[in-house]
């Protein structure tokens, strides 16, 4: 017998006797208030992320000194000029010298601080992780007030990767003390700009 | 790699230094507030620094009973990491609460997650041929391994048909379950854990001690030791700024060239195909996303409908582990990138004949919060080493046996079974209860000691018969002889090694029940004769 | 009314202070109480180290002994417990139903079936840390345990609260176990008594004169602890300061 026919027939055979059927999910109450915006931003930085305000005024100069800083920048999008090319990038390996990578996100995420993206938006995935900054461009339309109204998006469905970030890489495996920047990006800072 | 070539880079203003208290390196925020997200600690734990040798794991014999009382007795004997230990875990514990008790719909939640994994465990079949189906369509190799021998032959297989000699992966206690890095590194295989709690446990040859720290049990000295040894880092700087960054500096390189990446899977959703990782370092995507070759080891027990589902779990699962609202990534992996593959070994390794047990089948609807483990007292106090198994703490108690009822007969008695996991798992598994259900099994099967069990007996032929208990206890002077040993059931009194004896009571409630209330009456009757 | 006192073995040997304010405050509140003299144990000690068997003929003792009450009443939470949740070891009987489910633990028995509302005889004018056991707490569900998102209630401290001059102080770790855990306590000595250190040196910080409990076993432990670490705390169980233990 195939493990696949093996373990299958497991299951069958040993089944818990009783009646479970599928709870239907409601519909949580947002714990967050009315204003989105305001809400997605205090729950950004407490999970280590930064906010900028880019609907007046210089709407870059929020990150302006991020940018400044950077040799090598990687943008997915019209707003941010950036001097590396995703799309002619064959292989994830040539982005691990990307210092900022600028990306817009799907949709953000109030009751956490969330922001979500796919390939689609990626273009390179691995860029949202190898690079040492990510700035990301969300339209405050955008925001969902809760992580259940964000699993009944459509995204989880189709595409081939879907990931939510909330602030930066972080580890507190030594002692407990915050460190970001473990393995992905050092800083996630969220700009916020209307499509 | 030289020691100067390990300096952190400059943070790029990430952080202040002059926001920083002298003894706290923790994080700070945009407004320069302390940070407390992901397993951070919400003051410093910051260990003595006083040199005290790191207490090691239970002692494995072969398939002889682990002694989890001995070993926890040497972590006792490490105060200084005992200490750092129980306040760390205590304080995810206390972030567990607040973050809990800020939903109101907290109780329902738990109630929901365990409905749906109730019901996703009794049709198991079903949803792994539609996840089947569904990760096919979506040009995703899928295997299934029987058992962890299993697993590890079908991953070689993989490896090895495609020519890749370098593995870089994410955290993942089902390939800690097949023995995976052990078997790979036997054939020639080079593995690279990438999160910082298991790269310290993986160059220090040791087994991940807690399901989500799994370096909990080390401190900052015991790291830079490691990592000196291992890394050529610094052996007197214990800044874990610099261990961390360190740790970052030299695996990158494995992540840019390994030939292929696996990661585990926290939830893998039938509708769609999709497996569901949720880290805080980002180690996971990376490990799926640069190499050209990426696995995904899924323990068949999670599997969980539908995408909607996951608005219950997410919801929980970080809150209970870390007191976090969600991990720093909570990433979905469903289909391969442009010219990659992508496989998922769906692995059974036990869990199948789990299911068919009545008392212990609900342990399956585990998630790996670790919340059980951080609020175990016992836990706190022992050390994960102690329990010489893949699953420690509380969980661990009722999982372990299910792998090996000899080697880990002892481990349901590691345990008070004050209940207080039970009321902190987020899928309700009701822990305790089958610690103690365990209890029954172990000792039917005769898992247990001669000597514990012929203690039982004596003391049930004694509380069975009120003239065998009286006699035992009767007299006031004979109780204080007999009873202490006899009420703790110990012939080898280790009751006052560490805790003074209850001082002598003049007399049993039996005997001033007797004397003042039957007597009395006696005698009350007989004056109320009298005087008649 | 007719009530069964149950006696717990440690009580009737090394506390019987808490026997007789037991059975001195049931009757002050108006029960009429019996001690079937018969009485030894509730078979905890065996049936929670998994030896059913062993236990089995405690438990029908138990059962014999008590069987004729309206009500059972014991002073402890984790012997009620074990009658309520594990006395499984011998045939589920009509009359064994009936034990079980009229088995009530002192606070409980005093809280939700006679509705206490004054004690205006007893005064205790102590700082006081009460230490809620865990089979009273989780098992049979005296408070809502700190990990719980329920609404607080807490049947001990209610009844507390009506004695007069009682000062609660709080510890910072409320509902964490005090690791006597029966024959863990003597199976695994060393984390038991690191647990009752951590715990008593709690009671200790927060200004604690006296531990109050419902369950004399874990009191023995934490006294024996305290003894040990010579930290000035002492120790008294619910049932006497309700019945208006002077101390």
């Known amino acids: ?195 | 790699m030289s020691v100067e070539d390990l300096n952190p880079r400059a943070r790029d203003g990430v952080i202040h230094p002059e926001v920083r208290a002298a003894d706290d390196e923790s994080e700070r925020g945009q407004d320069g507030g302390r940070l407390q997200h992901a397993e951070a600690a919400t003051k410093p734990i910051r260990a003595p620094k006083v040199r005290e040798a790191q207490p090691r794991g239970a002692k494995i014999r072969g398939d002889r009973p682990i002694d989890q009382a001995e070993a926890a007795e040497r972590f006792l004997a490490a105060p200084l990491h005992q200490a750092a230990h129980d306040e760390r875990l205590w304080d995810l514990r206390k972030k567990r609460d607040a973050s809990a008790h800020g939903i109101p719909e907290w109780e329902e939640l738990r109630e929901l997650a365990s409905a749906i994994k109730a019901h996703t465990l009794t049709h198991l079949d079903q949803y792994l041929e539609q996840f089947e189906a569904a990760a096919k369509a979506n040009g995703v190799q899928v295997h299934w391994a029987a058992d962890g021998a299993d697993h590890n032959r079908i991953v070689l297989e993989i490896l090895r048909s495609r020519g890749a000699e370098t593995l870089v992966k994410s955290k993942s206690m089902l390939t800690e379950e097949c023995g995976f890095r052990h078997h790979m590194a036997a054939n020639g295989i080079e593995i690279i854990e990438t999160d910082l709690g298991e790269r310290i446990q993986q160059l220090d040859n040791e087994e991940p001690s807690h399901i989500v720290a799994p370096a909990v049990h080390k401190t900052r000295m015991d790291v830079a030791e490691v990592f000196s040894r291992t890394l050529g880092t610094d052996p007197d700087n214990d800044d874990a700024h610099y261990l961390a960054e360190s740790q970052r500096e030299t695996t990158r390189p494995y992540i840019l060239k390994a030939d292929a990446g696996m990661t585990g899977c926290n939830f893998a959703i039938a509708e769609t195909g999709t497996v569901v990782t949720c880290t805080n370092e980002g180690n996971a995507d990376l490990s799926g996303n640069v190499p050209p070759l990426q696995i995904h080891s899924i323990g068949i027990e999670k599997i969980i409908p539908k995408v909607e589902h996951l608005g219950v779990f997410i919801r929980l699962l970080s809150r209970s582990a870390l007191g976090s609202p969600i991990t720093q990534y909570t990433s979905h992996f469903r289909g391969p990138r442009a010219g990659t593959e992508m496989h998922m070994v769906l692995v059974d390794n036990g869990r199948s004949a789990r299911l068919g047990l009545e008392e212990f089948w609900t342990s399956l609807k585990c998630i790996r919060c670790g919340a059980c483990m951080n609020t175990c007292p016992v836990y706190r106090r022992s050390g994960g080493l102690s329990y010489g198994a893949t699953y420690s703490g509380p969980i661990g108690l009722i999982i372990d046996p299910t792998f090996n009822k000899r080697k880990y007969s002892t481990l349901p008695f590691s345990s008070t079974m004050n209940g207080s996991c039970t009321n902190v798992c987020p899928v309700k598994i009701n822990i305790h209860e089958q610690i103690f259900a365990w209890r029954k099994v172990l000792v039917e099967e005769h898992h247990i000691p001669a000597l514990k069990q012929g203690m039982m007996k004596a003391a049930g032929a004694v509380l069975s018969r009120p003239a065998a208990y009286r006699a035992a206890i009767g007299a006031a002077d004979s109780a204080l002889k007999v009873l202490p040993r006899f009420a703790v059931y110990n012939p080898l009194n280790t009751w006052g090694k560490k805790r003074e004896m209850p001082d002598a009571p003049r007399q049993t409630f039996h005997a001033w029940y007797k004397q003042n209330r039957m007597q009395k009456a006696a005698k009350d009757a007989t004056v109320k004769d009298a005087a008649r | 009314m007719r009530v069964g006192l149950f006696v717990p073995c440690y009580v009737d040997a090394f506390e019987p202070e808490v026997g007789i304010a037991t059975l001195e405050l049931l009757e002050r509140v108006g029960c009429t109480v019996e001690y079937p003299f018969d009485q030894t144990c509730c078979g905890q000690p065996m049936a929670n180290t998994g030896c059913h068997a062993e236990a089995a003929a405690t438990e029908a003792l138990f059962v014999k002994n008590f069987s004729d009450f309206d009500y059972v009443v014991a002073p402890s939470g984790s012997c009620v417990h074990q009658v309520r949740e594990h006395l499984t070891a011998i045939p589920l009987t009509e009359e064994v139903k009936k034990v079980r489910a009229s088995t009530y633990e002192l606070v409980e028995f005093l809280h939700d079936v006679l509705k206490i509302e004054a004690l205006p005889w007893a005064e205790f004018p102590h700082k006081v840390a009460y230490h809620g056991n865990c089979n009273a707490l989780r098992g049979i569900h005296h408070a809502r345990p700190s990990e719980i998102v329920k609404p607080y209630f807490s049947k001990p401290l209610d009844l507390l609260r009506l004695v007069k001059g009682v000062e609660l102080v709080d510890l910072a770790r409320p509902d964490e176990c005090c690791g006597f855990g029966g024959t863990f306590s003597v199976f695994e000595p060393a984390v038991s008594a690191k647990m009752g250190y951590d715990k008593v040196a709690d009671q200790n910080r927060a200004g604690a004169q006296y531990v109050v409990s419902a369950d004399s076993s874990c009191l023995m432990h934490q006294k024996g602890c305290a003894e040990r670490l010579g930290l000035p705390l002492r120790y008294i169980h619910i049932a006497q300061v309700l019945n208006g233990a002077a101390a």
């Open chain 1, 1 to 195: 017998m195939s493990a696949r026919a093996g373990i299958l027939a497991a299951l069958k055979a040993n089944r818990p006797a009783g009646d479970y059927p599928l709870p239907d999910v409601p519909t949580f109450v947002p714990l967050v208030g009315d204003d989105l915006v305001e809400e997605f931003g205090e729950r950004l930085k407490r999970m280590g992320g930064r906010i900028e305000d880019g609907r007046t005024g210089d709407p870059l100069a929020g990150v302006q000194e991020r940018l400044a800083e950077a040799k090598v920048i990687a943008s997915a999008v019209p707003e941010i000029a950036g001097n590396r090319d995703l799309r002619a990038v064959r292989y994830p390996q040539e982005v691990e010298d990307v210092d900022v990578a600028v990306v817009r996100a799907v949709f953000g995420i109030a009751e956490t601080g969330s922001v979500l993206f796919t390939e689609g938006e990626l273009i390179v995935n691995a860029v949202a992780y190898l690079a040492q900054h990510l700035i990301v461009l969300l339209d405050p339309a955008d925001i969902l007030p809760n992580v259940q109204a964000a699993y009944k998006r459509p995204e989880f469905g189709c595409s081939a990767y879907a990931v939510l970030h909330t602030g930066p890489s972080a580890t507190a495996d030594i002692e407990g003390v915050l460190i970001h920047g473990a393995q992905g990006v050092r800083s996630l800072t969220v700009l916020l700009m209307p499509r």
